[in-house]
């Protein structure tokens, strides 16, 4: 799509401007808090024609943007009224939906800088933080009091890559994303086992009928460089491609080895064959080099001055991830009531790590002792089948969707590691100050450790039922049978094992007033007791862990969309952790309780034009309740990594014509290292801050600060003995300028 050029620019902006502040649906008229310029991409994929005269714009916008298929999120509010498949399989919006959920757009994510999916969830979602260091891959998520992979996944367009070893490395970059959906609590019933504190789906851009062309280049601090393209358009009258590439690189503000790259290729084709029929097939590549930094040892319990940008790790070092993930997608219609998807998909992930990945100072020696050389592989490869159907009619007199599908996968995960073979390890010391990093020992090389073999099938159904015009009752359930094999590589010993679990979930949605709904929800889910893929013969034993909620909530808009908001209410109960028998210290059982209750309230606001506000907050209470290892009792104390304060809050005013000013803040709550929650890592608040000027319709300027305090502060840690001995720092003050075209 070409936009009109020169002064014939202005009347066509300005027409739409008065389309979407006058005529659009709630969701789409919050767009024009904003100069709508800074939405080019947004604003091609309503299809309005280049060649469209000034005032035409305005109905054209507002019956294309009308229309049920298109479901782009927002760039603006909670996007209450925005369908989705992340909280149901049925496509309702959040509005209609009895749970919780987050939509943040991809335009908005970019637009405030965030250029990793961690960033994104993390400074977006409400109450959903991250943690992790890069042997998580792109690092792990809390939310509702639990942490971790293993029980807040992370999906790409709808389909989960199951974790191995507790570790995922794709998706990592923002440029592909349309949008990302965040459910909170839990969500087995929709994806299976291991989802019991919610999940993040990520959606990425599709091919569109539309053209469009985005570029976009940017330099920063500490050599930042950043590249990417966006191409889409038709191909003929019945195809469509769309094609994203986006790498980045920088030194880092570490030293040594703390420079970084990486590069992600998504290309898209969709043939549409007849208008109820519609093949895509896709390929999306990532590959990284993160930088090769695992914590910063702690004197005397702080970092100091002289040592927060050192790096200890060995000179050659190496991190490396490769994702490869290709989906063949079908949609037919064969009519307005009648829906049917399917998508077949192969998912590759090949990892390697070679590093020392533990660091104490010793305040006897003076020195920083170094230990764990590790050299680790990971090969992973993932085959499926997703199906389901969706039927809109009615039941006893009453309207009603119903939706049932199977979903079919094989994985094959493969070990390599040096740390089941016959390396025996010498820890090192090295000076605080003025030390030679040294070299990875050369007998320290991996061997193949273990090999498994997953088959997992599962189905699963989801009905809404309208009782009456105001009241509807959404019911879901789902069964998962995993079998799991498992050899060991290194003395032919094998196990198998196979694991049943259903979920299920019940919810009312009661319409107080056309835009304002109360909800509450039953549900239940399972997890791992630790990544399935990976489980080790000596927790074979165990059953699936098993969890249970209970949420109510309320959400809407008012003063016709110019306020959104939601607030929600929730407990959770998970079973069956592995504990230490009480009678036999020396026993692990599974007998262990983990509870969490709490608060959450997220808000969108625009106070005047060109002035806008996003906010949420999160407060929670989260504790073992019956939980113990090494015959010592850790009832009543927090879990590992939950904060029970998180807040973030976005301020843009839009001062003058072609500018917009941006700021955020992000507070996470204080978190423990360690089960006796001896190892306290405090909380700290980040500040951003963003200013946009419109070069040309088509063009905008971007300068961003992150970290404006120069806030140290630690998103993972370490912990021995009840104190904490590294942390491993989020990144100081930087700054990033970047320029974006669309023609």
């Known amino acids: 799509m070409s936009y009109p050029a020169g002064r014939r620019a202005r009347p066509f902006l300005a027409a739409l401007s008065a389309a979407l502040s006058t005529s659009l649906p709630l969701a789409a008229k919050s767009q024009v808090a904003a100069p709508v310029e800074t939405h080019l991409d947004e604003i091609a994929i309503a299809g309005i024609p280049a060649n469209a005269p000034a005032d035409a714009v305005g109905a054209e916008a507002a019956a294309l943007l009308r229309k049920p298929s298109l479901t782009q999120a927002s760039p603006v509010g909670l996007n209450l009224r925005t369908p989705s498949r992340g909280a149901s399989r049925l496509g309702l919006t959040p509005l209609e939906t009895p749970a919780s959920l987050d939509i943040v757009s991809g335009e908005t994510i970019r637009l405030r800088g965030q250029s990793s999916v961690l960033e994104a969830v993390s400074q977006n979602g409400t109450g959903i933080t991250a943690f992790g260091s890069?042997?998580?891959?792109?690092?792990?998520?809390t939310a509702r009091g639990f942490a971790g992979q293993n029980s807040i996944q992370t999906l790409f367009d709808g389909t989960r890559l199951y974790v191995g070893a507790n570790t995922l490395t794709f998706p990592f970059d923002t440029w592909n994303v349309e949008r990302i959906e965040v459910l909170r609590g839990p969500a087995s019933v929709l994806y299976g086992e291991g989802a019991i504190g919610g999940i993040v789906n990520v959606v990425s851009k599709k091919p569109l009928f539309t053209p469009l062309k985005v570029a976009r280049v940017g330099l920063g601090s500490d050599g930042l460089a950043r590249a990417a393209v966006d191409t889409t358009g038709p191909i003929g009258e019945s195809m469509a491609y769309r094609l994203n590439i986006s790498g980045n690189r920088a030194d880092g503000w570490i030293s040594p080895n703390g420079e970084f790259r990486n590069l992600a290729i998504s290309g898209a084709l969709t043939w549409r064959a007849t208008p109820d029929l519609t093949f895509t097939v896709s390929h999306d590549l990532g590959y990284q080099e993160p930088t090769r930094y695992w914590g910063t040892p702690l004197v005397n319990g702080r970092v100091l001055d002289a040592v927060r940008f050192n790096?200890?790790?060995?000179?050659?070092?190496?991190?490396?991830?490769?994702?490869?993930?290709?989906?063949?997608?079908?949609?037919?219609?064969?009519?307005a009531d009648i829906t049917v998807r399917n998508t077949a998909y192969r998912l590759q992930s090949r990892r390697h790590w070679f590093d020392v990945e533990q660091t104490a100072y010793n305040p006897t020696t003076g020195l920083v002792d170094r230990s764990d050389y590790l050299e680790i592989y990971h090969s992973q490869e993932q085959i499926g089948n997703r199906f389901d159907a969706t039927v809109r009619g009615s039941a006893f007199g009453l309207a009603n969707q119903f939706t049932a599908g199977f979903d079919v996968n094989h994985i094959a995960f493969r070990h390599t590691n040096n740390f089941s073979g016959d390396f025996v390890e010498t820890p090192t010391s090295v000076p605080l100050i003025g030390y030679d990093p040294g070299f990875f020992p050369a007998n320290g090389r991996a061997v193949p450790a273990y090999a498994t073999s997953t088959n997992q099938a599962s189905v699963f159904a989801e009905n809404r039922l309208e009782l009456t015009e105001r009241l509807s009752f959404l019911a879901g359930v789902r069964f998962d049978a995993p079998h799991l094999s498992r050899v060991n590589l290194l003395n032919r010993t094998s196990f198998e094992r196979s694991f049943r679990a259903l979920g299920y979930r019940f919810g009312l949605v009661y319409a107080v007033a056309p835009d304002t709904t109360l909800y509450a929800q039953y549900a239940t889910a399972t997890d791992p007791v630790n990544s399935l893929i990976s489980l080790s013969q000596s927790l074979a034993g165990f059953e699936l862990s098993t969890g249970r909620q209970v949420e109510v909530g309320a959400k809407g808009l008012a003063f016709g969309g110019a306020v959104e908001w939601t607030l929600a209410g929730y407990r959770i109960v998970k079973d069956n952790l592995i504990s230490n028998d009480p009678a036999r210290p020396t026993v692990s059982v599974q007998v262990g309780q983990q509870s969490s209750y709490g608060a959450e309230a997220a808000l969108s606001w625009l106070p005047a034009p060109g002035l806008r506000v996003d906010a949420n907050l999160a407060l929670l209470n989260a504790e073992y309740d019956a939980f113990s290892q090494g015959g010592v009792s850790f009832a009543g104390n927090r879990p590992i990594n939950v904060p029970e304060q998180v807040a973030n809050l976005w301020v843009n005013w839009a001062f003058a014509r072609d500018w917009e000013?941006?700021?955020?803040?992000?507070?996470?709550?204080?978190?423990?290292?360690?089960?006796?929650?001896?190892?306290?890592?405090?909380?700290y608040t980040l500040v951003t801050l963003g200013l946009d000027r419109q070069v040309t319709p088509s063009s905008r300027l971007s300068f961003r600060v992150f970290n404006l305090l120069d806030t140290v502060y630690a998103v993972d840690g370490r912990a021995a003995g009840g104190m904490n001995t590294s942390w491993y720092l989020g990144r100081p003050r930087s700054f990033e300028v970047a320029y974006t075209v669309a023609w």
């Open 134 to 141: 890069p042997g998580f891959g792109i690092g792990a998520f």
């Open 311 to 335: 790096n200890y790790n060995v000179r050659d070092s190496k991190i490396t991830y490769n994702d490869n993930w290709t989906q063949f997608r079908t949609e037919w219609t064969p009519s």
């Open 661 to 683: 000013a941006r700021v955020g803040v992000q507070y996470v709550g204080a978190v423990f290292s360690d089960f006796a929650n001896l190892a306290r890592r405090p909380d």
